[in-house]
C-alpha cells in the first residue's frame, strides 16, 4: 500500500483512534501516581467511573465533531476542538468531584491526577494529528520537489502570506517557495512560514540567480503599475518567469487562492490606470430608457451591453448579423440579474425596411452603434462591401435615428479615419462626415429636439476579433513563427472595457456633432509586443519562437493618428477624452456624393468607387495598394 493512495479514513477510525489514545494516557496517568504512591481512583467503583469517564469524552467528541476534520490537512480550529473537548470533561468531573465531597464526604478520584490526564490526553491527540500532517506534506514535497518550480514571492504583506499559504496546499503543485521578497529591505534577519525574507540590494533578476529561483509571483498590493512593470521587464528580460495574484480582500478557501496565480498576461503590463467615470451623467442618459446597440454581437459591441446593463436601462435591443456569437450574448445575458428587458434581434443594418422594422416596434431612445466591417485587407480586396455597411448601414440608422426622434445616436469610429491610407479608414471617415452633416440639418430644422450624434474615436483594442495580442498567442500556442508587418510599425492600444467606458462617458457628456478622441497612452512597437508575449510565454525570442517580418499589408500605415492635418484637438472636463475639431458640410452636397457612391457599390465597380471615396475625403491616400494610382 503506497502513502500516496490512501484516501481519507472514515470517522470511526479516526474515533477509535482518539479513544486509543485517551486509553493510553489514561493508563499513563495511573501508572504515574501508582508509582509515587497515590490513588488515581478514590472509590471502589471503579468500573463506573472508568466507563463513564471514556463515555463523556465519547460525548463531547460527537458534540465539538473533533474526529470531522482531515487529519493530514489539520489546522489551528481541530486544536481548538480537541481543547474545548477536553476541558469540558474536566470541568464536568471535577464539579462531580466537587459534589461528591460535599454529600458524601468522599472524593472518587484524585482532581491532580484527573488535571494531569487532560493535559496528557490533549496534547498527544493533537500531537499524533501534527505527527500525520507533517509525514504527509514532508513525503509529497520530497516526492515532487525535483518537478516543482523555484519560487520567490515579492511581498511581505497578509496578500503574499495567504498566496504562500494557498500554494503550499495546492492540489497539484505547481511551486516550491523559496522565500518573499521585501522590497523596504526591513526584515533581512527574519523569517515567515519558516522561510527567509530576502533583502533586495541589485535588481531582481540577480537576487533570484543567488538562490536558484527560476519565478517569481508579484503577491504585493503597496507596487504601483510602473514598479510591476519594471519587474516584469527586467525578470523577462533574464527569461525568468513572472506570475501574478490579484489583491485578496476576503480570506477565501486555499484552492480558490492559488487557482487565482496567473502568468502575467500582456494586457496587465499595457492597462492604465482606472478611468473614473461621470456615473450620475452615464445613468441619468441610460437609466429607464430603451437603448439600441448594433453590432452588439462583437467584442466592442458585447461590452457595451454589459457595461449598459449596470445603469438598469428599461430595454435593451441588441443587434446583430452573426447568429452564433448574438446567440451566446444572449444566453450570458440571461444569467445577468436585472431588470431590464433584453431582446435579440437578427438584423442586416445595411436592409432599410428591416431596420425601419426594428425603429417601428421599439422606439429606441439611445443608440450604441458599433457594427462594422473592420478589417483592413479584407476591405481594400471588396471596398463595395465596406460601403455598404460602414457608410450605407451607418446612413439608414441615422436617417431613422432622425425619423424616429432618438434622443441621442453614438457612433463607434476608429482612428484609421484620419488620414485614411486604406478603404475601411475612408469608409468610417465618410460615415462621420454624414453623421456631422445631417446634426446640423436636423439641428436647423427641430432645434433643441434635434437628435444628437455623438462620434467616437479611438484606435486598437486589446482582445478585440482580429487584434494583434490574440493572433501572436495563436501563433505562439503553434510554435511560431511570429508575424510581423513592418519592424518600425507601431500602434496605440486599450483595453475593451477601457474603450467601452470611455464611449458610454462621451456618450453623457455630448451635445451633439463632437468627434470625440481618446487618450490612447504611449504607442507600443508591435516588434517589442511580440517579444515580450513570446518571453511571457515562457520562450526566447529568436532561439525557441522566430519573429518573421512579411511586409504591410494594402492600406496599412506604419503610424496610426488620432487627428487629421488641419484639425485640432479641445479638451474636456474628463482628463482622457478630447474633442477632435473636424471642418463640418453641408448636407445637401455630401448626401448627393454619397447617394453617387452607394450607386457606384451597386455595379461592384472598384476603382470609380475608391476614386469617389478619395473625392469625399481628399486626405484619402493610398498606401500598398493598387488604388495608389488614382492619387497621381
Known amino acids: 500500500m503506497k502513502l500516496h493512495n490512501l484516501g481519507y479514513l472514515p470517522r470511526w477510525i479516526i474515533v477509535s483512534i482518539d479513544m486509543l489514545v485517551l486509553m493510553f494516557c489514561f493508563f499513563a496517568t495511573y501508572m504515574i501516581f501508582r508509582g509515587i504512591g497515590m490513588d488515581y481512583i478514590g472509590t471502589s467503583h471503579n468500573i463506573t467511573f472508568i466507563s463513564s469517564f471514556f463515555g463523556l469524552n465519547l460525548f463531547f467528541f460527537w458534540l465539538f465533531r473533533t474526529y470531522s476534520g482531515i487529519i493530514r490537512h489539520s489546522s489551528n480550529i481541530d486544536a481548538v476542538k480537541l481543547l474545548f473537548s477536553q476541558l469540558s470533561v474536566l470541568v464536568l468531573f471535577l464539579l462531580f468531584n466537587f459534589i461528591s465531597q460535599i454529600f458524601f464526604k468522599q472524593k472518587p478520584f484524585l482532581n491532580t491526577a484527573l488535571f494531569i490526564n487532560i493535559v496528557l490526553s490533549f496534547c498527544a491527540l493533537f500531537l499524533y494529528r501534527v505527527v500525520v500532517k507533517q509525514t504527509f506534506e514532508l513525503y509529497f514535497s520530497e516526492k515532487s520537489n525535483a518537478k516543482l518550480m523555484r519560487t520567490v514571492i515579492y511581498g511581505t504583506d497578509a496578500n503574499a502570506i495567504s498566496v504562500a499559504n494557498a500554494l503550499k496546499f495546492e492540489t497539484p503543485t505547481r511551486f516550491k517557495i523559496v522565500g518573499f521578497v521585501d522590497k523596504n529591505n526591513q526584515n533581512a534577519s527574519k523569517r515567515m512560514l519558516d522561510l527567509p525574507i530576502l533583502v533586495q540590494k541589485k535588481k531582481l533578476p540577480a537576487l533570484m540567480r543567488s538562490i536558484g529561483a527560476e519565478s517569481v509571483i508579484i503577491a504585493d498590493k503597496g507596487l504601483s503599475r510602473e514598479e510591476q512593470i519594471i519587474i516584469v521587464d527586467q525578470c523577462l528580460e ?260 477601457e474603450a467601452c467606458q470611455l464611449v458610454l462617458e462621451a456618450g453623457a457628456m455630448g451635445n451633439g456633432g463632437e468627434i470625440y478622441i481618446f487618450d490612447m497612452g504611449k504607442p507600443v512597437k508591435i516588434i517589442d509586443l511580440a517579444r515580450k508575449m513570446i518571453k511571457l510565454a515562457g520562450f526566447i525570442p529568436e532561439r525557441d519562437i522566430k519573429i518573421e517580418i512579411v511586409g504591410l499589408r494594402p492600406g496599412e500605415k506604419l503610424y496610426e493618428e488620432l487627428l487629421n492635418d488641419t484639425s485640432k484637438s479641445i479638451p474636456t472636463h474628463h482628463a482622457k477624452i478630447m474633442i477632435a475639431q473636424e471642418i463640418q458640410e453641408e448636407f445637401e452636397a455630401l448626401h448627393a456624393d454619397i447617394n453617387e457612391l452607394i450607386s457606384l457599390s451597386n455595379l461592384f465597380a472598384n476603382e470609380a468607387i475608391v476614386a469617389q471615396m478619395k473625392k469625399i475625403v481628399p486626405e484619402f491616400k493610398s498606401m500598398n495598394s493598387t488604388y495608389e494610382l488614382l492619387d497621381k
Open 238 to 497: 533574464y527569461n525568468f518567469k513572472v506570475f501574478t495574484v490579484p489583491l485578496i480582500s476576503d480570506w477565501e478557501n486555499q484552492k480558490e487562492i492559488s487557482q487565482k496565480v496567473k502568468t502575467i498576461q500582456i494586457e496587465d503590463l499595457l492597462e492604465r490606470k482606472p478611468i473614473v467615470l461621470d456615473s450620475k451623467g452615464i445613468s441619468k442618459q441610460l437609466k429607464d430608457k430603451v437603448i439600441l446597440i448594433t453590432g452588439a454581437a462583437g467584442s466592442i459591441g458585447s461590452e457595451i451591453v454589459r457595461q449598459v446593463l449596470v445603469f438598469n436601462p428599461k430595454k435593451i435591443i441588441m443587434l446583430d448579423q452573426a447568429e452564433t456569437p448574438l446567440h451566446h450574448l444572449q444566453l450570458e445575458t440571461e444569467s445577468i440579474s436585472t431588470t431590464a428587458k433584453i431582446r435579440t434581434v437578427i438584423g442586416d443594418i445595411r436592409n432599410t425596411e428591416a431596420m425601419d422594422m426594428v425603429f417601428k416596434t421599439y422606439q429606441p431612445q439611445v443608440v450604441f452603434h458599433a457594427a462594422a466591417y473592420k478589417h483592413v485587407p479584407l476591405m481594400e480586396e471588396n471596398p463595395c462591401q465596406a460601403i455598404f455597411t460602414n457608410i450605407k448601414g451607418t446612413k439608414n440608422l441615422a436617417d431613422l435615428a432622425c425619423l424616429y426622434n432618438v434622443k441621442k445616436f453614438v457612433m463607434v469610429s476608429t482612428d484609421k479615419a484620419v488620414n485614411p491610407s486604406n478603404v475601411m479608414g475612408a469608409s468610417k471617415r465618410i460615415a462621420e462626415k454624414y453623421v456631422q452633416s445631417l446634426q446640423l440639418r436636423d439641428q436647423k430644422e427641430k432645434g433643441t429636439g434635434a437628435t444628437k450624434f455623438i462620434t467616437t474615436r479611438f484606435g486598437n483594442v486589446l482582445g478585440s476579433n482580429g487584434s494583434v495580442v490574440p493572433l501572436f498567442t495563436k501563433q505562439i500556442a503553434e510554435g511560431g513563427p511570429l508575424t510581423i508587418t513592418h519592424k518600425d510599425i507601431i500602434r496605440y492600444f486599450m483595453t475593451i472595457p
